[in-house]
């Protein structure tokens, strides 16, 4: 059964560095997102892509997050300049359609630990 | 706007025990119910859906109806097994414009002993 993946696993970094986080949907798939889950809280949602373009963001991802679908197959997420508050598990998701009955895919996420 | 709320955790049941988790909801419109389920040190696996009111989500024992009336989701198994030890989580999505986002509840962990 296709499934989406994600790397790395875990990712430990220091406070101002700049991180990317890589996902491989599911390839017929054209809906991207990414959320994430911070320690103990719940699954928040922080942007959607599609046709190769920024389709909704929160209020969390602000101008230090970044998406990108650099080839046919990967989708990354950047953060420019990580602070504290970022260290979470970063789940990517994808969709075929956004249709109303459609299922999101999760990949197993990537932890991010910054120190 | 949108939200989900679901029953503080954590649920410790004995195997074999009858298992029901809360879920309410928030949102206009008709959107699509779901419960997704992690296990210790893995992502997020769907475990059902509903997505119009009155249908039944099932699987693996567990079901959930969507009751618009009372704008509710509630998770139940008959006979949890030492397996089903996880979070889950409700969620929903509503359709607009080009995207339906996952909105979810804060988990319940559910341990299950033997």
């Known amino acids: 059964e296709p499934e989406v993946t994600q790397t790395p696993s875990h990712q430990v970094t220091q406070m101002g560095q700049e991180v990317i986080l890589r996902c491989v949907p599911i390839?017929?798939?054209?809906?991207f997102y990414w959320y994430r889950q911070i320690l103990g809280q719940k699954v928040e949602f922080l942007v959607s892509?599609?046709?190769?373009?920024?389709?909704?963001k929160s209020e969390i991802f602000d101008d230090q997050f970044s998406v990108e679908r650099p080839d046919g197959s990967n989708f990354t997420l950047k953060i420019r300049s990580t602070k504290l508050e970022d260290s979470a598990m970063y789940f990517c998701?994808?969709?075929?359609?956004?249709?109303?009955?459609?299922?999101?895919?999760f990949g197993p996420g990537t932890r991010l630990t910054v120190l | 706007g949108d939200s989900v709320t679901q029953m503080e955790g954590p649920v410790t049941l004995s195997e074999e025990a009858f298992l029901t988790i809360n879920c309410t909801y928030t949102?206009?419109?008709?959107?699509?119910l779901f419960w997704y389920v992690q296990y210790p040190g893995e992502g997020l696996q769907l475990l059902l859906k509903?997505?119009?009111?009155?249908d039944k989500g099932s699987n693996k024992g567990f079901e959930a109806t969507y009751r618009k009336e009372t704008t509710s989701f509630h998770l139940e198994k008959g006979s949890v097994q030492v397996s089903d030890s996880a979070v889950y989580f409700c969620?929903?999505?509503?359709?607009?414009?080009?995207?339906?986002?996952?909105?979810f509840g804060t988990g319940t962990l559910l341990a299950v002993q033997p």
């Open positions: 969620a929903l999505s509503r359709y607009g414009g080009a995207t339906n986002k996952l909105i």
């Open positions: 998701a994808s969709i075929l359609l956004a249709g109303n009955t459609d299922t999101q895919y």
């Open positions: 390839s017929n798939h054209l809906y």
């Open positions: 949102a206009t419109g008709y959107p699509s």
């Open positions: 892509f599609y046709n190769n373009e920024i389709s909704e």
């Open positions: 509903a997505t119009k009111a009155d």
